[in-house]
C-alpha cells in the first residue's frame, strides 16, 4: 500500500501537491500532473492511513456502539439472537451512511467514558446501558454528536425504547 509521500516521489511533485488532488484541491494543479498523480494513486491503490486522517481532521467517520454486559454474568448479550440481529442492522445502515462501527461490550461504567475520551467518536450508540449510568452520560457529552438508545428489558420481557440526541442532527 503506498503512501502519499511514495505516490510524490513516483509523480515527481511534492507530498502537498498529492494531498491536494486527493481532497479535490485541484484548481493550481496543471492537467498533465494531474493526470499523472490520478494514474499513480489508482495503479498503487492508495487508501488513506485512518490513523493519520484522524490526526489530521475533527472528524473520525467513526459510530461507537456500546452493549453493557452484566458484569457478574458468564454469558454475552452477543449470544442473545435479538441484539446479534440489531447489531447486524445498525451496522448495515451505519456502513450505508458512510461511517465506520467500533463495537464494544463494556462491563463497567468506567470503560464507557473511557472509550469515548479515547477515540474521536462522531456518534455513539449505547445498548443494554443501565439507565442510571445513560444519565451519567447524558449530562457530561464527550462526543459532537450524542445519539443514545438504551433498550431495557423487564421481568415481563417488555421492551422499553428511550432515545435522546445532544449536538447535531441525528445519524440519517
Known amino acids: 500500500m503506498a503512501t502519499i509521500k ?3 516521489a513516483k509523480t515527481g511533485v511534492s507530498a502537498t501537491t498529492v494531498s491536494n488532488v486527493l481532497h479535490g ?3 493550481k494543479v496543471s492537467a498533465a500532473k ?7 494513486i489508482e495503479a ?20 461507537g456502539v456500546i452493549v453493557y454486559m452484566d458484569p457478574r454474568s458468564d454469558e454475552t448479550v452477543f449470544e442473545d439472537p435479538f441484539t446479534g440481529a ?6 448495515r445502515k451505519i456502513r450505508e451512511s458512510g461511517y465506520y462501527m467500533m463495537l464494544y461490550a463494556a462491563r463497567e461504567p468506567q470503560e464507557i467514558f ?3 475520551q479515547n477515540w474521536k467518536l462522531d456518534g455513539l450508540l449505547l445498548f443494554w446501558v443501565p439507565i442510571e449510568i445513560c ?3 447524558q449530562k457530561k457529552p464527550m462526543c459532537p ?5 438504551v433498550i431495557l428489558m423487564t421481568t415481563d420481557w417488555f421492551i422499553i425504547i428511550s432515545a435522546w440526541m445532544i449536538g447535531r442532527e441525528p445519524i440519517r
Open 135 to 137: 444519565s451519567v452520560v
Open 86 to 91: 440489531m447489531i447486524g442492522a445498525l451496522e
Open 6 to 8: 511514495e505516490i510524490a
Open 44 to 63: 498503487e491503490k492508495y487508501t488513506p492511513n485512518m490513523g493519520a486522517v484522524l490526526l489530521a481532521h475533527s472528524v473520525s467517520r467513526i459510530i
Open 25 to 27: 484541491r485541484t484548481a
Open 34 to 40: 494531474l493526470k499523472k498523480i490520478q494514474s499513480a
Open 114 to 116: 473511557k472509550l469515548i
Open 145 to 149: 454528536l450524542f445519539l443514545s438508545i
